[in-house]
C-alpha cells in the first residue's frame, strides 16, 4: 500500500478507544473513552463523575490553568484535567482532529510515560476521515516568548517543522537537539515511545507536595548517581530531547487546529510552549485559518501536505 494522505480532510478515530491507567501525580485508577466526533469539534474533555458528565474542557490554549509540571486544563466552574500533553501529542502527532475525550478522573493516565500506548491504540482502530475540509492555523509573523534564560518561537511555514534544544546540568543529559519536520510516521517512529524523565534527587521534593505519587520505573526514566536508573536503559538515543519534542507537539495542540508553522525552542517545557501559543493569538495579525485546496491527484499531495499530515502506510 502506498502513502495514504489526509491531509486535506478532518479525521476523527474510526471507533471508540477504552483505555484505563494510573495518574502520575494522583496514583489514581483512571478510565479514559475516545469517542469519534463530527467535524468542526476538535479535541474535547468529557469529564465525569459516576457516569455522568460535569465538565466540557475543550483541548485549548485559553483553558490552561497550570503548567507547573504537566499541562492543566479546566472549565469557569474550577473542573480541571491534567497531564493532557501525552495524549493531545498523540491525537495530534497521528492527525486526529476531531474526538470526545471521556474520563472519570482530574488527570490523564501515564500509561509508560510515553505516548506510545495511545499510538498503539489509535492504530488498533483507524482513522476516519469525515468530508469536511480541514483547517490549520498559519502562523502569519514570526512571535517569541521567553523567560529565565529559556525562550520558544514560532515562524512561518508551510508545514509542521519542529526544532527542540535542551540544556541540562547532568552529564548524563547534557545537551541535545532534535529537528524533524513532523509528519504521522515521524512522531510514530521517532517521537511516540520516548518516555518523561526525572532526577532521583526531585521526587522526595515532589512526594512531599503531594505529587508524581504514581511515578515509577514503569513509568519514568530516572536519573541518579550519574546514571539513567531503569533497568533496560533508555529507548532512543536522545531519548530526552525527543519526549521533550513529544511534550511539545501535545502543548502546542493546545492552539485549537494543526499548525502550519516552525517551532523552536531552547530549554523549553510546558509553560513556555503555551507561552508561545499565548503570544502568536495575542495579536489577531500573527495567524489565520487556511484550508489546504483539495488536490484532483490521490498520488501526488499538495506542497504543503509534505508535512504533518501524511500517515505512512505500515
Ligand atoms: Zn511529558
Known amino acids: ?3 495514504r494522505f489526509i491531509g486535506a480532510r478532518q479525521t476523527t478515530l474510526a471507533r471508540e478507544i477504552q483505555l484505563t491507567g494510573t495518574g502520575v501525580h494522583s496514583g489514581a485508577p483512571v478510565s479514559l473513552t475516545l469517542h469519534p466526533a463530527e467535524a468542526d469539534t476538535g479535541l474535547r474533555f468529557l469529564v465525569t463523575k459516576r457516569g455522568r458528565v460535569i465538565a466540557e474542557i475543550a483541548a485549548h490554549v485559553a483553558n490552561v490553568k497550570n503548567l507547573t509540571l504537566c499541562t492543566v486544563i479546566g472549565d469557569e466552574a474550577g473542573t480541571t484535567v491534567s497531564t493532557v500533553e501525552h495524549l493531545l ?5 497521528l492527525g486526529i482532529d476531531n474526538l470526545y475525550i471521556e474520563i472519570d478522573s482530574k488527570e490523564v493516565p501515564i500509561m ?12 488498533r482502530v483507524g482513522i ?11 502562523v502569519l509573523k514570526s512571535v517569541r516568548a521567553e523567560e529565565n534564560g529559556c525562550w ?12 527542540v534544544e535542551i540544556d ?4 548524563v543529559i547534557g545537551r541535545q537537539r532534535l ?10 517512529h521517532e517521537i511516540a515511545r520516548a518516555r518523561t524523565f526525572g532526577f532521583m534527587s526531585d521526587v522526595e521534593k515532589l512526594w512531599k507536595a503531594g505529587l508524581a505519587l504514581g511515578a515509577d520505573l514503569s513509568n519514568t526514566v530516572a536519573i541518579g548517581e550519574g546514571r539513567v536508573m531503569n533497568p533496560g536503559g533508555l529507548r532512543y538515543p536522545q531519548e530526552f530531547v525527543r519526549h521533550k519534542m513529544l511534550d ?12 502550519l508553522g516552525a517551532y523552536r525552542s531552547y530549554r523549553g517545557g510546558h509553560r513556555l510552549n503555551s507561552m508561545v501559543l499565548q503570544a502568536l493569538f495575542a495579536d489577531a495579525s500573527n495567524w489565520s485559518v487556511v484550508q489546504v485546496p483539495r488536490t484532483r491527484t490521490t498520488r501526488a499531495p499538495m506542497p504543503v501536505a509534505t508535512s504533518g499530515i501524511a500517515i505512512a502506510a505500515e
Open 152 to 163: 520558544g518561537e514560532l515562524h512561518p511555514h508551510t508545514g509542521f517543522r519542529m526544532d
Open 179 to 188: 529537528q524533524y519536520e513532523m509528519s504521522p510516521g515521524i512522531f510514530r
Open 128 to 138: 476516519r476521515e469525515l468530508s469536511e475540509p480541514r483547517k490549520y492555523i498559519k
Open 1 to 3: 500500500m502506498s502513502n
Open 89 to 93: 501529542a498523540a491525537l495530534r502527532g
Open 112 to 123: 509508560d510515560g510515553s505516548s506510545a500506548d495511545y499510538v498503539e491504540a489509535i492504530d
Open 248 to 259: 511539545a507537539v501535545g502543548d502546542l495542540a493546545l492552539a485549537g487546529m494543526p499548525l
Open 168 to 171: 541540562f546540568e547532568s552529564p
